[in-house]
Structures are given as structure tokens and as C-alpha cells.
């Protein structure tokens, strides 16, 4: 059934229906709603989770460590400095191959101090070892979520689900939130493996020490293996279709291309292609709807959207920018003292001496600026000029 619900209120209501057994977090804006409406439903009987209260988002990060390496399900959600202060934890969630799904409601870092959005805040967990998967609007952030445990189980990797704050975590949008019995059609019970828990009658051990011999080695697997998760990506995503098709088909309705790791949106041969992440996106399309009918741009413009950014689906990127004269990559965050933006980096460095179109990076709604369609025709024109340097714009 579809609804009208926040964003927060949406992901609250497809957490409580995954049915983890441990959820714990600290609140910090913007993410602050989920966790108040998941504290909400244990309050009110209608959740069957332990809701653990923690004094810090590096204790809340560690709960959930340590009631996943039980062999349970669990969830946690955080934004901007509380995720910075989950790095230590975050990384040896990865290390220790523990299945654990995290919301960031993303939001600029400091100094100076901003609560409003941009993608700063993830960037710096882009090296962790974790599945980051990023939302255009609620339905999405609802199915990732709900694809995010499928391909943690299923391989034993953290992931975390990336939602623009109060841009999603505040608005209210129409949604259809799979129920309980939908949801264990596609995502059964989590039953790990032996030896994939704490259990004392068949000892293991989770980051235990690594001598120089053996470091490397588990580290490349841990990487591997999170590369070879796009396979699983994309053949979950197929099934996941089927949870909700009606409102899958509201947020691919005009998309050529659809599935767990890109979404393309546009003509088959575009002169330029914009590419970004998260709610920007909508922004985009709507841009590109308008431009393309008001100026006749031989081949006209197109909309890649990244939803997987890690791992990072080089292949599927290149399959669409190879067509195209022109790319900017539109990115909410900043890789301080490197020539582009994050996102831009991996572009550059898939498309290197592989395809010849031209790509440069643009810089836009740092601290929450806001992105308009002005901004994004002034990035059209300057994206076909010779000069290729990273920009801000806004």
C-alpha cells in the first residue's frame, strides 16, 4: 500500500519489518528521526528488537560489533561527525567480516559546523571495506535497505545505505513499505554459517593478530570479495523487483537502464551525460527534461545516477559515458588536495585510456548549498569548453 511518510518514518517502518534482533545507536542530526520512531515502535510493543541505548556513535558502532559477531541481525544509523566517530569501528566491522547494516543520513562535516547535507561526511569512509549504496528518493532508500541485508548475509560484508539529510530524512514523499511476510520472501531468517559466529563450542577468533605474511592476503580477499558483490547486486535486484513493482516502476519509469548498481536516464546516444549521486539526481532530471525541450542539442543530455559507489561498477559506468562527447560529475563532496572530487576520480580512473570522452568534475552543494536548475545549465555550458579542471559551482 502506498503512503505519504517521511523519509526517516519510511526506513523506520522497513527496518522494524526486516526484523532485526539488535538495534543500537546515538542521536544526531539529521538522523535522529529514525532512531526516535525506532525507539518508538519497541516503546509501543510494536517491535520485537532490543533497542540498546548507547552513550556515543563509537559505543553504538560497537554494540552492534559485538551482537552481530553472536550471529544475530542488527542495525544502526548515524550522520556526519557521529559517523567520524565510528571510524575505528566501522573499519574492524569490515576486518571482521561482520554483516551489519548502517543508515548514514548524510550531512556536511567540521569545521566550520553545518547540519545540512552533502556527501562529505561518507567520503571518508569510502576505504572501510563497506558496500555504500546511495538513494535518489524514499522508495529507493526503502529498497536498498532492504537489499542492503540480502547482500551483507550473503556474504558477510557491512553495508551502508546513504540518504541525503532532511533533503529525505524530513520530507514526506509516497512510498510503499514492503510488509513482514513480503520482506521474508526475498530475506529470510539470518542463519549464519559455523564459524561465522562467537559460539563456545566451536571456538573462532574476529581480527585476530596478522603477521606481515598474512596481512596483505586478508586484506586483497576482503577486497575481492567486495568487488565480486556486483554480481550478487545485480541479480538481487531483479528479485527485489518483484517485492514492489508497482512503486519500483514509479522510480524507473523513464530509465533506459535500471538495476542495483546504475540507473541511466536519457537518450541511447547523448552528446553530454551528468552523473551524480542521491536526491541530487532528481534535481538533474528534471533539468535535463526542461533543457532538452528548450534547446535542440544534437544527441541531447543524459543522467547517469551511481547507486553503488562501492564497490564501484567501472564496467557498467563505462558502457554508457563511452557513448557520449561530454561528462560532468556533479559531486556533493571534495577530496581535499586531490585534482577532483571523489566520485570523479573513479571515473577518471575506470575511463583512462579506455574511452575518449572528456570528464570533469563540479563541486556543488557543500554545507547544503543549494543546487537549482541555473546552476546545473551553467555546468552544461562549461563542460564543453577545453578547460577540463575541477570546479566549484553554486
Known sequence: MRQILEG????????NNINPNVISAYPIT?????????????????????????????????????????????????????????????????????????????????????????HQDAMTMRDAGWVMLFAENHQEAVE????????????????????????????????????TAQIKKFLPAYKPANGQYLDTKNPVSFGAF?????????????????????????????????????????TEAKAQINNGLVEYYGPNTPSIVLVAMGSLVGTIKD??????????????????????????????????????????????????????????LDIKSAAKNKIKTKIQSFVVGLGGRDITGKTINHIITEVKKKDDRMKYVG
Not at 8 to 15: D, G, H, N, V, Y
Not at 322 to 335: D, G, L, P, Q, T
Open 30 to 118: 539529521p538522523q535522529t528521526h529514525i532512531v526516535e520512531d525506532l525507539a518508538k515502535l519497541k516503546a509501543d510493543g510494536l517491535a520485537k528488537y532490543e533497542y540498546v541505548r548507547a552513550e556515543s556513535e563509537f559505543a553504538a558502532a560497537s554494540i552492534v560489533a559485538g551482537a552481530s559477531a553472536t550471529g544475530v541481525r542488527t542495525y544502526t544509523a548515524t550522520s556526519s561527525q557521529g559517523l567520524l566517530l565510528m571510524t575505528e569501528v566501522l573499519f574492524n566491522i569490515a576486518g571482521m567480516r561482520l554483516p551489519i547494516v548502517l543508515t548514514c543520513a548524510n550531512r556536511g562535516v567540521s569545521a566550520p559546523i553545518t547540519i545540512w547535507n552533502d
Open 210 to 250: 596478522a603477521a606481515p605474511p598474512y596481512y596483505m592476503e586478508i586484506r586483497q580477499q576482503l577486497h575481492d570479495d567486495l568487488m565480486a558483490t556486483q554480481e550478487v547486486i545485480l541479480k538481487e535486484y531483479e528479485k527485489l523487483k518483484e517485492l514492489v513493482p508497482e512503486a519500483i516502476k514509479v
Open 8 to 15: 526517516s518514518q519510511a526506513i523506520a517502518q522497513t527496518i
Open 287 to 344: 533539468a535535463v527534461d526542461e533543457y532538452n525541450k528548450k534547446f535542440k542539442l544534437n544527441g541531447g543530455l543524459g543522467v547517469l545516477k551511481i547507486k553503488s559507489f562501492r564497490p564501484f561498477p567501472a564496467a557498467e559506468v563505462l558502457k554508457i559515458l563511452v557513448k557520449a562527447k561530454y561528462v560532468a560529475v556533479m559531486e556533493k563532496a571534495v577530496s581535499l588536495g586531490a585534482p577532483d572530487s571523489p566520485l570523479a
Open 144 to 179: 536498498q535497505h532492504i537489499l542492503a541485508y540480502k547482500i551483507a548475509e550473503s556474504r558477510n560484508l557491512p553495508v551502508m545505505v546513504n540518504i541525503d539529510g532532511f533533503v529525505l530524512t524530513h520530507t514526506y514523499e509516497g512510498v510503499s513499505v514492503p510488509s
